[in-house]
């Protein structure tokens, strides 16, 4: 395997030294009187652990069980058997996690003794990238799947027939399952998280743990966000000021923007190329497909702190241009990494050549290093302010006949979408790459509610769904929340309710809605631990959305079997909130 399961995080940002303003500890001190007692209930039913009952997230579509149905039970005397082909990842990941949460490890052979096993194997199924199929009995576990991402996929099934033990040190040799036939697959193709490491750094063991979170999902697309106003994240050998400069500020806001003062706390970090090399492994064995985002034309504040020449106006210093409400700290000379929120007028200089030679470069060195399919440009928020003045962006509309900057703008990201299809690679934008003509190839990520996403379907574009009302992870998840977040409220019943694929879209139209995404933005996401708060239980929601059925979803079934999932949080350490499980949470 590429690196342990469950890698210990951080839980301080790089040379950063303010807490949050009210940190998530506070509202696990809050923890009502009911949720406390039902905790204590559910300590007492057993030493060593609690027993298993069948709570699985995402709801497979088909769970049977045989009548007078029995139990299997794993021991250290069972055995891992490959009858197919190339699937020692899936039991490493097992016994990884047998390893970490019951102390035990299973000899792993190709030689079927016929009794007492975990048999992985290969069936074919015609249900689509990531089926399977398990049956336990009195032999011991077969999981089948279509394909590698199939088999990996049961043994996530298999983790959550596991009785869960009270604590990490508890373990057990023995681990009863109950009798079961499953057949389970995918409903949409995409299923997804959007990590922004850009506004807030989060060190390479807590990227490998998201990336665990995902894969016990069976969520397999993980969106990294790299590049922003306030940080660039990833060094470009060919550009050694992106992380020299370009990688930190000289402040931070305090509380939300546009602040009640600033930090003055030289905060940044970057991941290096073997960093990434790293974590993509990571996620490879993990089934998880990497995405890069890389923003453009805008919020490329901090390329352009490293590169004023990025500039429509290179000489314009960027506290010039800096909210007169919001606080600066240090150097108020030449271009700086932005200190605060919000979006940002000095974008990336569409009249000149030499814009578009350094994104090449820049993506001359992403691209060798995620080998999956699609590379994310960004396309959202840019400000046309400096472009309206510029006179290399006039002269740029002029000579290929652009009546406005929205059609600059649709220009600047086809002409960057042949480069990045040259390399074999198919761009993915947000819905702003619709207006002025959308990019022949361009996958639509559609954020500004279902709109963007519906007309890019009429248009025979794939689109994934993410819009902010439903699936934006950083909003407030309780109405009265103590976390500071940047504002919103989605709570877990809205999401878990969640349609992807709109109703205004026909049978036919509906193909092209890949699946959807939660989007993790980190305004006001400093540490590993609130992240985390964040994104549970919702993102435990998200992952039914976009596996289960439509007709196989039930929210109180759900709410049921989040009970249960609760305690794996607590297993593997994951903080999430507490009250958002309880029915007061919407109240």
């Keep these: 395997m590429n690196g342990a399961l469950f890698p210990g995080q951080v839980d301080k940002p790089i040379l950063r030294s303010y807490q949050p303003a009210q940190s998530f500890s506070v509202h696990l001190q809050q923890i009502t009187f009911t949720m406390r007692l039902l905790s204590l209930l559910i300590l007492t039913l057993s030493a060593s652990t609690v027993f298993s009952q069948i709570n699985i997230i995402p709801q497979p579509v088909s769970i049977t069980q045989p009548k007078g149905s029995g139990n299997f039970t794993i021991t250290t005397s069972t055995t891992i058997v490959l009858a197919g082909g190339n699937l020692e ?106 990590l922004d490491a850009g506004r807030h750094f989060f060190p390479v063991s807590f990227v490998k743990k998201f990336i665990d979170y995902l894969a016990l999902h069976k969520m397999n697309y993980f969106h990294w966000h790299l590049t922003e106003d306030q940080g ?64 453009m034309p805008g919020h490329g504040g901090a390329a352009i702190a490293a590169y004023p020449n990025l500039s429509c106006f290179p000489d314009r210093t960027t506290k010039s241009e800096f909210p007169s409400n919001s606080f600066w700290s240090g150097d108020t000379t030449g271009k700086k990494v932005v200190q605060s929120w919000s979006v940002y007028k000095d974008v990336f200089c569409a009249g000149k050549e030499e814009t578009f030679t350094f994104l090449q470069d820049v993506l001359d060195e992403i691209i060798p290093l995620f080998p999956g399919p699609y590379i994310h440009v960004g396309g959202d928020e840019c400000p046309k302010d400096h472009w309206k003045q510029c006179p290399n962006c006039q002269k740029r509309m002029k000579d290929n006949r652009i009546s406005d900057e929205r059609s600059l703008q649709s220009y600047f990201v086809q002409r960057m979408e042949k480069y990045i299809n040259s390399k074999g690679k198919t761009i993915i934008g947000w819905d702003e790459i619709l207006e002025g003509g959308l990019a022949p190839n361009a996958v639509v990520m559609s954020w500004r509610g279902e709109k963007g996403g519906i007309e890019a379907a009429k248009q025979k574009h794939q689109v994934i769904m993410t819009p902010s009302d439903y699936v934006y992870l950083d909003y407030s998840q309780l109405k009265k929340e103590d976390t500071l977040t940047i504002g919103g409220y989605i709570d877990l019943e809205k999401i878990y309710k ?76 994951a903080q999430y909130c507490k009250a958002c499980l309880t029915k007061s949470s919407t109240k």
């Design 89 to 194: 990842k899936s039991a490493q990941y097992l016994n990884d996690y047998l390893q970490l949460f019951y102390h035990i490890k299973l000899e792993v052979t190709k030689n079927n003794p016929g009794q007492n096993t975990i048999v992985l194997n290969f069936d074919r199924m015609d249900k689509g990238k990531g089926a399977y199929g398990m049956n336990v009995d009195q032999k011991g576990v077969y999981i089948g799947g279509d394909n590698e991402e199939g088999v990996f996929y049961g043994i996530q099934t298999l983790i959550q027939l596991l009785p869960i033990p009270l604590t990490q040190n508890a373990g057990s040799t023995k681990l009863s399952i109950p009798y079961l036939s499953i057949t389970d697959y995918p409903r949409f193709a995409y299923r997804g998280l959007m």
């Design 232 to 295: 660039w994240r990833i060094e470009i050998k060919k550009y050694p000021r992106l992380t020299e400069v370009g990688a930190w500020r000289n402040g931070t806001i305090i509380g939300r923007f546009p602040g009640t003062g600033n930090d003055g706390q030289r905060y940044g970090g970057f991941y290096t190329q073997e960093d990434v090399k790293e974590i993509v492994a990571y996620a490879q064995a993990r089934y998880v497909t990497i995405i890069p985002e890389i923003e």
């Design 498 to 573: 969640y349609e992807p694929s709109p109703k205004e879209l026909t049978a036919a139209q509906s193909k092209y809605i890949l699946g959807a995404q939660g989007n993790v933005w980190s305004e006001y996401i400093a540490y590993p631990a609130t992240l985390e708060y964040m994104i549970f239980p919702r993102a435990t929601a998200l992952s039914e959305v976009v596996w289960t059925p439509k007709v196989k979803k039930n929210w109180d079934g759900f709410q049921k079997r989040m009970q249960t999932q609760a305690r794996r949080y607590e297993l593997w350490n």
